[in-house]
């Protein structure tokens, strides 16, 4: 029995050096990924000095941060102003912990994972209103209130997004939702939820990306109205840490999308053994880089939403059409 236990241990700890390790360098590399898109969108070469084409850009802008003077202001909350880059990196890096990268590369697989994230990462807001409260200026403070409001908003329709799809799994385990997904329909139609459910799809990906504040939907941090939204007074490594909870939220969202309507790990499987066993942890990395890569092209071409606009697309259509599809979904769970 020992024996085991530190089997189980050792191979909790592997995984999680693995889960973390890769989700650290990914977010590092998020950030190379998505100037060089901008810069093709936008006939720019993007960072190309540092490195091979650039690649070494992440690792001179983590360096730039390390050494860069750390400023507190004069009249901020000195506790307050340091704990809420805190409160926004470190739940949003929880959330990973009951992310199923594959089906053997998961920390923990618990009954209620789903409703373990949406928890979690509900907090980010708190490390965002503070930043905003604690920093004693003006820009910070409105950016601070515009998040806290479009974020109570927008949590509703994308938490009433997936209750169509929790109603065809019948379950809030990550690791079952993908399993739910399953085989194909008339032999080459995947069943994957994002056919049965295509309105809570396109809800959940309005709602996440208000909810990760990104354009067009970044009020929060409008640079021409705001000069940086909650942030503008942070600098050196809590700057950095905002940066990083924002990337950790968009690739979070992206695996919730990823898993809930489009099969998660599921894929082609071919070639030896050895190929197929790292096959599912491929399909389910590429899925999520499609997402990322759809929220980088929203950011190079379509422009930032009024505030006004924001909140009543929120309330007024993608509400509305959330509980619409629940009522659906429910009548035909209940006569099928």
């Known amino acids: 029995m020992r024996y085991v236990t530190s089997f189980d241990f050792i191979l909790v700890m592997i995984k999680i050096v693995v889960i973390f390790g890769g989700v650290m360098a990914a977010l590092a590399y998020l950030t190379w990924v998505e100037r060089k898109v901008m810069a093709r969108v936008q006939m720019r070469p993007g960072p190309n000095r540092v490195g091979p084409f650039g690649l070494l850009q992440p690792l001179a802008d983590g360096l730039k941060f390390l050494f860069k003077e750390d400023v507190i202001p004069t009249n ?4 307050l102003y340091i704990a809420a880059p ?13 992310i199923p990268f594959g089906p053997w590369l998961q920390v923990s697989d618990i009954s209620v994972g789903l409703l373990f994230i949406f928890a979690i990462t509900s907090l980010g807001v708190y490390g965002i209103v503070l930043g905003g409260w604690a920093s004693n200026s003006k820009y910070p403070l409105m950016g601070a209130m515009r998040s806290s409001a479009q974020m109570i908003s927008y949590e509703l329709s994308l938490t009433l997004s997936v209750v169509g799809v929790l109603m065809i799994a019948n379950t809030l385990s990550l690791a079952q939702l993908v399993e739910s997904q399953h085989g194909r329909w008339f032999g080459f139609i995947p069943r994957w939820n994002i056919f049965l459910q295509p309105v809570a799809f396109l809800v959940y990906v309005c709602s996440a990306i208000a909810e990760t504040n990104r354009l067009p939907f970044d ?3 409008s640079e021409q109205e705001l000069v940086g939204g909650w942030h503008t007074e942070y600098s050196s490594l809590k700057f950095a840490m905002f940066m990083l ?12 999308a990823t898993i809930l309507f489009l099969g998660g790990w599921s894929g082609p499987r071919f070639g030896p053994f050895w190929l197929q066993a790292g096959l599912p942890t491929f399909w389910f990395v590429l899925k999520i ?38 009522l659906v979904t429910s009548f035909i769970v209940a006569i099928s």
């Open 76 to 79: 901020a909350n000195p506790f």
């Open 219 to 221: 009020l929060a941090e």
């Open 289 to 326: 880089f499609v997402f990322i890569f759809f929220y980088v092209l929203l950011r190079s071409t379509i422009p930032r939403f009024r505030y006004d606009q924001l909140m009543k697309f929120g309330w007024k259509v993608l509400l509305p059409l959330a509980l619409a599809n629940i």
């Open 86 to 98: 805190v409160l926004s990196l470190v739940p949003a890096l929880l959330s990973f912990s009951v």
């Open 245 to 256: 909870a924002e990337y950790a939220n968009m690739v979070t969202v992206s695996a919730l």
